[in-house]
């Protein structure tokens, strides 16, 4: 029984409860000042913007840790507390409040945005160092952290949207970021343009939750969700589903993640890795009475994840540029978070601990990705990397430790919540857990492998370097951000999976599933931890063999076809381009053409020949006046036949 | 003694016109800063008179009733609720940022003999003829929200053209202004002969039962003159108004006149043109054709919800297909005044409120867009897209107010136009899922008109054509600012505007006998109360 079918969250007040939740919309103010201050404060603000920046989003994670500490001093059928801000809007019966929801799993999130944000934020200082917009940069990043707190801290579902929607500004506002290049400027355009597709399935899930609830706050929304009838629920699901695709770049609606790479590293470690994209995950999670009203819209959730969990990995094989083999690294890994999202609540747990450990392991490696462009001269291709490991020992030592995380190393982070969604999958039973559970032990053993053949192309073999690149190790500003990440990617996995702890941490959020005694021993010898760490070691052997024992040629090879495809993105862009932009672009010139020549034609053709003042006047009596006046009557002809037909 | 708030905002830049009309030629800059001097008194006045506004009052206040002509039941009546009033603050808000804009641009007679610009007039920035004309409208436009005189309104309707056609056809921009102009004095005659026939039908219905009258407030209601109509001829007189509203507003497919009007005006004028003017048209149907013709309203609910549909998407479209500046983003209006009637005609409380504030925030948000758009066209003298690149780097503050300006168009959350479009989506959604639905491919379709044109004109590498393009003057920030400064409050906090629109269209869809639907979880006996828009 989830804690909040019980009870409305429990309202706070300053007088009755600490000051740190009831003044929770301080940590969304924090980041707003700073972006509001950067981007109108124009030049003035150039010598020390970056350090308001930091501040500012320090200051937020302060404020998200003192709310964690408060509500772990309150008895766990408490920690959902509901605080009003404001009355944002209200018309007739819908009356949308600006109401902060505090509970387990909105603090999580508020704890990973603030966390890897600020260390993020530490790093920018020294990455954008030599560029000429660094405040701008800092102002769209202290507004990305703002928003996506709004995303998380929401507790109403239009709340949500706007957090949503600023996200994916935030994101079309860096990816282009250098807008002087045109494939970023497109790169961004496209981005927004696919989430807004994702948004309005959000938006009529909406319209459709206001229809049938009345009201579209989480807490009642939620309670009244059983008595909806599947049907509804089901369409509102997918319909969620159709949003959490468009933000998380899952199935089908991923095509704009690997281009999204076009923008600054740091942009892609936060927003494109650790947090943004990790916010369809949130919203399944946080939506989990709707979806398990719903066994179909779970269905879908469990199979678009499991198709984008090897669709991302298979990606991340063959591309040769770092940052995509990354992106599409990423995609893979939040397939297994919606797979597990899709479980109900034997996998919300897993699902949100692997998000939090995957921000942390793969923040540090794109991080790690940027302190190697950074030392040569912003070089991508990892055909032209090589042997760098002696060249930058701290980037080689963070990139390691994150790598060895996310392959599922014995005991690292990776490991202990990659263990928790195959166990889930497997768990949930019958064909569906077998077929599930399989894709995501195949994931694994494709993780080790493009894992591994991006750190030994870029850390091992022969130095394939351009003439003039001499790389060197990176400031200290970027490599203890990466030092922080990559004690996460260690010990964060234990600490959460460990006794279930995080699990029971959530239970208030997500709602309680069945937890047998806590086991190292039966966690260590089951048999898919078996399995997966022999497809670990497999993935492994195998890149060794190809990337490591051979020599990796500066230019691609043709490849087979599997791999051509896979350096296509499996023609996901194709697809897009044949069935919606070609028949747009035609669709439009047919628009544009019947709008002059059907719908205005009459006047233009006749009024072409009309030059000059007087002579206008002189036509205005014959031809010209009574071409108009044919149009307008056809005009009005179609309004009244519209209108009037049946009117007498 | 009560103020009369009104006759003062309409008297006083009717008076300003006829000074600044009366101004020597050589005067040009006392003219100017006249215009802006009464503007700015007329904005200060009427947003007292809106602080004097009280919600929770009586829906029309400021009231004045002075007999026009008694033979024929002709008053001059002004009054105002909660959405005349907030259309009337935009029209004052507007016209000084519209002065301000216009502040160095030239007369361009084009050969007209007599009027050819010497260097002297080219430097000396607009004449006093355009800053006459923009006042004589701002008067104008303030007595048509207010009048509440059906032959008041009709009067006011149709003058206002006269101003409009001189500012397109004599100071518009390029050999094809002229073309527009007659276009659009054409279109709007031809609905207002439409619109005059229905109001002479109102008169004599009216004075089937007494004195005929024009009084709004006696022709409306249960009691009203106009009660009990024979359906027959109260759709007819529906058609009537409808048409000339929706070829003002404007509505597929009587939408023609507005690309070629705004392409061939300044860009002020297009700010006053679709950010005002056009307003008239859905306001129109909400108070004329909704409340004086109730059981006629809810007969057409679905022809003119397929029709706002067309617009939508239609406009969307067209809008992504042009090449020109001013052109795209008339477009972009024929598609969000289809998500006005649309909110309008789902006769819901959230469709209409939505409707109404959409009304105001699309103001804003194209005013700002038209009025970037003019300034980038007055430094290289084109509108095509074509012909721009890269132009955030030569002018970021340009470039970013733009965005800004397009982000509300495409009614991103946190921004003013945001709060009115979900709204009218929520309301839409109850009346009948499926418009709604058809109605939400508009947002993708807004993303992709918008940020294609800021990707065409703003991004890219900088042209050396471009390359010496000034960022915006302090002259230019203050005419666009204050609009971004709306946007985002509003956008956040949207109340205040709510506060005094949800009174005005609860009484709306009282008159109109339709109520909300309850939502399918909701209490039984409230859905058996549904309305007439809950049917389905």
């Not at chain 2, 005189?149 to 006011?156: A, I, R």
Request: charged residues 10%; glycine residues 10%; contains cysteine.
């Amino acid at each position: 029984m989830l804690s909040y079918l019980a009870a409305e969250p429990h309202a706070v007040t300053a007088a009755a409860d600490g000051v740190v939740h009831s003044t929770a919309w301080l940590m969304i103010a924090y980041p707003l000042a700073g972006a509001a201050v950067l981007l109108l404060g124009g030049r003035r603000t150039n010598a020390w913007g970056h350090w308001l920046a930091v501040a500012m989003s320090l200051a937020a994670f302060v404020w998200a840790a003192l709310s964690l500490v408060q509500l772990l001093g309150l008895d766990p059928a408490e920690r959902s507390r509901s605080v009003h801000v404001y009355e944002w809007l209200t018309a007739g019966s819908l009356t949308i409040d600006i109401n902060l929801l505090i509970d387990p799993l909105s603090i999580t999130f508020a704890l990973l945005i603030t966390g890897v944000g600020s260390l993020i934020h530490i790093y920018s200082v020294g990455y954008m160092a030599e560029d000429p917009g660094r405040r701008r940069f800092f102002g769209y990043l202290n507004l990305f952290v703002a928003a996506m707190l709004v995303l998380v801290l929401a507790d109403n579902f239009v709340l949500l949207f706007l957090g949503w929607e600023g996200v994916g500004l935030a994101s079309y506002l860096l990816i282009g970021f250098w807008q002087h290049k045109p494939s970023a400027a497109v790169a961004a355009k496209k981005a927004f343009l696919i989430n807004r597709v994702g948004d309005m399935g959000l938006l009529i899930a909406i319209m459709l939750m206001f229809g049938t609830f009345g009201t579209l706050a989480y807490a009642p929304v939620f309670a009244s969700a059983d008595a909806a009838g599947s049907a509804v629920t089901t369409v509102i699901g997918l319909l969620l589903l159709l949003g959490a695709c468009g933000k998380s770049a899952q199935l089908p609606l991923q095509a704009w993640l690997l281009d999204a790479m076009e923008g600054p590293t740091p942009v892609s470690a936060l927003i494109h890795a650790a947090t943004m994209v990790t916010a369809g995950v949130y919203l399944i999670v946080r939506s989990g009475p709707i979806f398990e009203a719903a066994p179909t819209a779970q269905l879908v959730v469990t199979i678009v994840g499991a198709a984008t969990l090897l669709a991302g990995a298979v990606i991340g094989c063959a591309k040769d540029d770092i940052k995509k083999a990354l992106a599409g690294s990423t995609m893979s890994q939040i397939g297994y978070m919606t797979l597990a999202a899709g479980l109900g609540p034997i996998g919300y747990a897993a699902a949100i601990a692997h998000l939090v450990t995957h921000g942390f392991f793969k923040a540090g490696l794109f991080l790690g990705a940027g302190s190697v462009m950074h030392g040569m001269n912003d070089e991508v291709d990892m055909r032209r990397y090589g042997g760098l490991r002696t060249a930058m020992p701290v980037t080689f030592a963070t990139f390691g430790i994150g790598y060895l995380a996310i392959i599922g190393f014995p005991f690292l982070s990776g490991w202990w919540t990659k263990e928790g969604i195959i166990e889930a999958a497997f768990a949930s039973g019958g064909v569906t857990g077998q077929v599930l559970g399989w894709a995501a032990l195949l994931g694994a053993g494709l993780t080790a492998f493009y894992m591994s053949r991006v750190m030994f192309m870029t850390f091992f073999g022969e130095r394939r370097w351009a003439a003039d690149a001499h790389p060197h190790e990176s400031p200290r500003s970027m490599t203890l951000p990466m030092v922080v990440l990559a004690v996460g990617s260690v010990a964060l996995g234990a600490v959460l999976v460990y006794g279930y702890r995080f699990a029971l941490f959530l239970e208030p959020a997500v709602g309680a599933a069945e937890h047998h005694e806590f086991s190292l021993a039966t966690l260590l010898t089951s048999w898919t931890s078996l399995t997966a760490l022999a497809f670990m070691v497999a993935g492994v052997a195998f890149a060794w063999v190809r990337y490591a024992r051979a020599p990796v040629p500066r230019t691609a090879p043709r490849g087979s076809f599997v791999t051509v495809a896979a350096r296509n993105e499996l023609y996901g862009n194709t697809l897009n381009e044949e069935l919606f932009m070609r028949p747009g672009q035609a669709l439009t010139a047919a628009a544009v053409s019947f709008d002059e020549k059907v719908v205005d034609g009459v006047v233009d053709g006749v009024a072409r020949g009309v030059r000059d003042s007087s002579e206008g006047l002189r036509r205005m009596q014959t031809g010209f006046a009574r071409s108009y006046a044919l149009s307008m009557l056809f005009g009005a002809a179609v309004v009244v036949a519209l209108l009037g037909v049946n009117l007498v | 003694m009560s103020i009369p708030w009104l006759t003062l905002a309409i008297a006083l830049p009717a008076l300003g016109a006829l000074v600044v009309a009366l101004l020597p030629r050589e005067r040009a800059e006392l003219g100017r800063r006249l215009t802006l001097g009464v503007t700015l008194a007329t904005l200060l006045l009427v947003v007292a008179m809106a602080f004097n506004f009280d919600p929770s009052g009586p829906r029309f206040q400021f009231e004045e009733v002075i007999p026009w002509i008694p033979r024929f039941g002709v008053y001059y009546a002004v009054g105002v609720d909660g959405i005349a009033l907030l259309l009337i603050v935009l029209s004052a808000l507007l016209v000084p940022l519209v002065v301000l804009a216009a502040w160095r641009e030239r007369d361009d007679n084009g050969g007209t003999p007599g009027a050819a610009g010497s260097a002297d007039a080219e430097r000396a920035g607009s004449g006093n003829g355009y800053f006459a004309l923009i006042l004589l409208l701002e008067a104008m436009m303030i007595g048509v929200f207010a009048a509440m005189d059906v032959f008041l309104f009709y009067v006011l309707f149709e003058a206002m053209l006269i101003p409009v056609y001189f500012m397109i056809g004599r100071y518009g921009r390029g050999a094809e202004r002229r073309r527009a102009a007659v276009k659009f004095l054409l279109y709007s005659l031809f609905g207002g002969l439409l619109m005059l026939v229905a109001v002479i039908g109102v008169y004599a219905l009216s004075a089937r039962s007494g004195a005929g009258t024009f009084l709004w407030a006696d022709l409306v209601g249960a009691d009203g003159a106009l009660a009990g109509l024979d359906p027959a001829t109260a759709r007819w007189l529906f058609l009537g108004f409808f048409i000339a509203f929706a070829i003002k507003a404007p509505m597929w497919p009587v939408h023609t006149w507005l690309p070629g009007a705004a392409g061939s005006s300044r860009p002020g004028t297009a700010v006053l043109l679709v950010g005002v003017l056009d307003k008239v048209g859905t306001y129109g149907m909400l108070r004329y054709c909704l409340e004086l013709f109730p059981e006629a309203a809810r007969w057409f609910v679905w022809p003119v919800v397929v029709l706002s549909l067309v617009s939508i998407v239609y406009g969307a479209v067209l809008a992504i297909g042009q090449s020109d500046m001013m052109r795209l983003i008339a477009y972009t209006s024929v598609s969000h005044f289809g998500f006005i009637t649309l909110g309008i005609f789902a006769m819901t409380t959230q469709g209409q409120s939505g409707a109404a504030l959409y009304m105001i925030n699309h103001g804003f948000s194209t005013g700002a867009l038209f009025l970037v758009a003019g300034f980038l066209i007055a430094r290289h003298g084109t509108g095509a897209i074509a012909d721009y690149q890269g132009v955030q780097k030569a002018a970021p503050l340009l470039a970013g107010t733009f965005l800004v300006a397009g982000l509300s168009s495409l009614a991103l959350p946190g921004l003013s136009p945001f709060v009115s479009e979900f709204l009218v989506f929520v309301g839409t959604f109850a009346f009948h899922p499926v418009p709604a639905v058809i109605a939400s491919v508009g947002v993708v379709l807004a993303a992709l008109y918008i940020l294609w044109m800021y990707q065409r004109t703003m991004t890219g590498p900088l042209p050396p054509a471009l390359s010496r393009l000034r960022d915006l003057s302090g002259r230019e920030l203050w005419a666009v600012g204050p609009l971004i400064a709306v946007i985002i409050a509003f956008g956040v906090y949207p109340k205040p505007m709510l506060d005094v629109i949800n009174p005005a269209v609860e009484q709306t869809m009282q008159q109109v006998g339709v109520s909300d639907p309850a939502p399918a979880l909701g209490h039984v006996d409230q859905a058996a109360n549904g309305g007439e828009g809950a049917s389905e």
